[in-house]
């Protein structure tokens, strides 16, 4: 089981990141990122409707909620790969409803994908360099004289080999992306995102279909961007990886935000108890489908 | 059999500016396909539009033959933009649709009647080389050796395609290898994992089909540089013909078209001469001479097929780098 094995280290939970109250849409005292009536339809299915939402700045914020919820999509809109039907939000101070997706990730803002997109016949090492920002040798024009980028091109390839080696991947740096394990792939696409040199890194589902071992790792570079001063916002399915690194949750439902709050308090919470786990979780399925009827005085 | 000219035909096939012409094309279409992933399946389109736009400019317009083949290459890049700005935001295979629709489209326009006087509708263009001839720095004579042997015209325009050839080839080469050619092949891979890293992709898209378009349009006008361009030329057989070229020598390469090419046409030449000889010697059966020369067409069709299946990559390409059966 993921999660079960304890960290090398303990986590430095950020706290006192809310002001007021911890209720869905509540304040931060340093928000990053900042929804306002987001919503989203795909015909009739109403799959995102956020009223109110601020990520705070330098911490670690889970995105919790069952399958549908509307997490995925809300992480579309946000970056730019989806339109919402209405709303607004800003990065940092700055307006980003209507920007490309591309124009996002330039701001400082990445993300990773559900199914991870390594790009397969690439080198690991080309993945990487791809991820850097700003270079002079991806103009059409320049790209043909090297004596224009041969010496940014140095620089990049230096700091991606050590980013590789922070993630155990130099030694596959030759290798063409498609041969690497599932896990690897995960790693890589969030090595490649670090090379954008992020504020706000975005990670749909880091753990997925990742193996224990793998997880370990995973979780200590995830707390290391937050070490780095980054913000990371990630959608999770694991609770453990949840309580254990996240500084702040917040629970989707039905395309709503449900609750949100430190994640000791959130797991406790009624409504998240029955988002997640069904509000029946204690009674027999039987009673539930109406198969069986108990004995009066039993619920 | 008269071997000897079956050798002579398969030779000259060896260095010819259709050779060449093919070669251009299949180079446009490796930047289109091989590196960036765009299924063109309009190529003879854009060949078409170059060799118009290098004749038309010339004889309608007055033009120098170097401004010729500027105006030339300004016209397959407005061509390419043109089909761009719609359908790059298409899924690969809509694309091909599209683009297969477009090429048509030219070849129609050029055989409409409508504007008989300056494309010439189906008669198609001559006698628009003069300017091109006149800066030919060979005397008038024989030149090359054995099978290999030009009148001085023919052997500028060979010279001449070779040096274009080596010019487009040496930049794509560098465009690939460069920082550009990585994004382009990460569009390849996957664009929303490249627009995740900040890269305008429809940008790069359609950066690449203008690169691919003008080198193809070149290919065109160098088809027709020798004598004569004709709506014919331009039928969408030519588009996979140079997609065969394309695929057989690998389409993640900037060597690889240009050996298919040359490949496609030595085979071309040879089934050519070799067929209908062996129908007039009778050995092909029932098949007369005009039959068996229709049959190379069947044979290079099953050439394509067993490339595709047994050698996706082609015969330079690596074959983890490109092969049409993903995962």
Redesign the interface.
């Known amino acids: 089981m993921s999660g079960s094995k304890p960290l090398k280290r303990t986590p430095q939970k950020s706290t006192g990141l809310h002001i007021g109250d911890a209720s869905p849409g509540v304040k931060k005292v340093d928000p990053i990122l900042v929804a306002d009536h987001v919503s989203r339809k795909f015909g009739g299915l109403v799959a995102v409707d956020v009223e109110h939402v601020e990520i705070p700045r330098g911490a670690i914020t889970a995105l919790i909620g069952p399958n549908g919820a509307g997490k995925t999509t809300l992480f579309n809109l946000l970056?730019g790969?989806d339109k919402p039907d209405t709303g607004t939000w800003s990065f940092s101070g700055k307006d980003l409803a209507g920007v490309?997706?591309?124009?996002v990730?330039?701001m400082g803002q990445?993300?990773?994908?559900q199914l991870t997109?390594?790009?397969?016949?690439?080198t690991v090492l080309?993945?990487m360099?791809?991820?850097a920002?700003d270079?002079?040798?991806?103009?059409?024009f320049q790209?043909?004289f090297?004596f224009l980028?041969k010496k940014q091109?140095a620089e990049i390839e230096e700091r991606a080999l050590e980013i590789l080696e922070r993630f155990k991947l130099l030694k596959l740096k030759d290798d063409?992306a498609?041969s690497l394990s599932g896990g690897q792939r995960k790693l890589l696409?969030m090595a490649?995102?670090l090379?954008?040199k992020p504020t706000l890194v975005m990670l749909d589902e880091p753990m997925a279909g990742v193996n224990p071992a793998l997880t370990e790792s995973l979780l200590e570079h995830i707390l290391d961007l937050k070490t780095e001063g980054m913000t990371v916002l990630f959608v999770e399915h694991d609770m453990h990886m949840v309580r254990h690194i996240a500084d702040w949750v917040i629970v989707m439902a039905e395309g709503r935000i449900i609750a949100e709050g430190p994640p000791e308090d959130v797991m406790k919470d009624e409504a998240v108890v029955d988002a997640y786990l069904g509000s029946h979780q204690d009674v027999d399925l039987g009673v539930v489908t109406g198969r069986i009827t108990l004995p009066k005085g039993e619920k | 059999m008269d071997i000897n000219s079956i050798f002579i035909n398969t030779a000259q096939a060896l260095f010819s500016p259709v050779t060449i012409a093919f070669a251009m094309a299949a180079l446009g279409l490796a930047i289109h396909f091989g590196f960036v992933g765009l299924l063109n399946f309009g190529i003879a389109g854009f060949m078409a539009v170059g060799a118009y736009g290098y004749a038309i400019s010339t004889l309608t317009f007055g033009f120098p033959w170097w401004a010729a083949f500027l105006a030339s290459m300004a016209a397959s890049a407005l061509f390419a933009v043109i089909l761009g700005i719609p359908t790059l935001q298409l899924r690969g295979d809509y694309l091909a649709i599209v683009t297969i629709a477009a090429a048509e489209i030219v070849r129609l326009l050029l055989l409409s009647t409508t504007w008989i006087k300056t494309t010439g509708s189906a008669d198609g263009l001559v006698a628009y080389a003069d300017d091109f001839r006149s800066i030919n720095p060979f005397p008038d004579g024989t030149y090359g050796f054995g099978p290999w042997s030009y009148t001085a015209n023919q052997f500028w325009v060979l010279i001449f395609a070779l040096i274009v050839l080596a010019l487009a080839a040496l930049?794509l080469w560098?465009?690939v290898r460069?920082?550009?050619?990585?994004?382009i092949?990460?569009i390849?891979?996957?664009e929303?994992?490249?627009?995740?890293?900040?890269?305008?992709?429809f940008a790069y898209k359609m950066?690449a089909l203008v690169?691919g378009g003008i080198v193809a349009g070149l290919g065109g006008a160098l088809y027709v540089l020798p004598s004569s361009a004709n709506p014919m030329l331009f039928a969408t057989s030519l588009t996979f013909f140079v997609w065969t070229a394309l695929l057989l020598g690998g389409a993640a390469t900037v060597f690889g078209p240009l050996l298919g090419a040359v490949i496609f046409w030595v085979l071309q030449a040879f089934l050519g001469s070799l067929l209908p000889a062996m129908a007039d010697a009778g050995l092909l059966g029932a098949l007369s001479s005009a039959q068996a020369g229709a049959l190379r067409f069947v044979l290079v069709g099953i050439l394509l097929v067993v490339i595709v299946i047994v050698r996706p990559q082609g015969i330079v390409g690596d074959k983890?780098?490109?092969t049409f059966v993903?995962k």
Request: hydrophobic share 40%; net charge positive.
């Open positions: 970056t790969f490309p997706a591309h124009k990730a330039k990445v993300r990773t994908f997109k390594a790009l397969g016949l690439l080309e993945n360099k791809l991820g920002k270079q002079t040798g991806e103009s059409l790209s043909i090297p980028w091109e063409f498609a696409e490649r995102a090379m954008t | 930049l560098r465009l460069s920082p550009w050619g990585r994004v092949k990460g390849r891979e996957d929303d994992a490249v627009r995740a890293l900040g890269k305008n992709v950066q690169v983890r780098e490109l993903r």
